[in-house]
T-cell receptor, first 111, second 114 residues
């Protein structure tokens, strides 16, 4: 089982829709969780960190469920510019905290 | 600040040739990483460094070597390129590898091995 798993999609949604992605992780010692965004043929960039209490940044909400070992990303009122691949990143505690990336979920927002 | 830069941006090699990819960061970050990204495979860690003079293997280190002689630079070498090494290579850096520590990525190097 891969350490960090994501549904590759693509998720194809109309503008204005609400869409949610999940990401599951296998290491129960994981401590740090992130969502990165990657545009086509570009480098990944941090979208948001995921805190235990959940966090919100404008139209984006990230949540952590430690019991079920998954994190989620909710995008409300989707824009055309949200079209991208969303990468889930998990780091375990102790040692060197080297992050593990999921394969990414592709989102396509159409008019 | 330039952030993380990578040289070159594109390269075409023939099988058996060698080359070095250069990554430079001007943020005084301790940690640096080299990833490759292939279609459908996500980002896979090749090697990483936790500080000047140190390197460690990642998930897919075979066929690659690295060096971190200066804190701001992380070099990735291919001694004898193979078609399987055709990929997009990303370098990243982070201040420390502690909890909630953001990685900053370079723009990538697109390598084709014929």
């Amino acid at each position: 089982r891969k350490e960090v798993e994501q549904d590759p999609g693509p998720f194809n949604v109309p503008e204005g829709a609400t869409v949610a992605f999940n990401c599951t992780y296998s290491n129960s010692a994981s401590q740090s969780f992130f969502w990165y965004r990657q545009d086509c043929r570009k480098e990944p960039k941090l979208l948001m960190s995921v805190y235990s209490s959940g966090n919100e940044d404008g139209r984006f909400t990230a949540q952590l469920n430690r019991a079920s070992q998954y994190i989620s990303l909710l995008i409300r009122d989707s824009k055309l510019s949200d079209s991208a691949t969303y990468l889930c990143v998990v780091s375990a505690s102790g040692g060197s905290y080297i992050p593990t990336f999921g394969r990414g979920t592709s989102l396509i927002v159409h008019p | 600040n330039a952030g993380v830069t990578q040289t070159p941006k594109f390269r075409v090699l023939k099988t058996g040739q060698s080359m070095t990819l250069l990554c430079a960061q001007d943020m005084n970050h301790e940690y640096m990483y080299w990833y490759r990204q292939d279609p459908g495979m996500g980002l896979r860690l090749i090697h990483y460094s936790v500080g000047e003079g140190t390197t460690a293997k990642g998930e897919v280190p075979d066929g690659y070597n690295v060096s971190r002689l200066k804190k701001q630079n992380f070099l990735l070498g291919l001694e004898s390129a193979a078609p399987s090494q055709t990929s997009v290579y990303f370098c990243a850096s982070s201040k420390l590898a502690s909890s909630y520590n953001e990685q900053f990525f370079g723009p990538g190097t697109r390598l084709t091995v014929l």
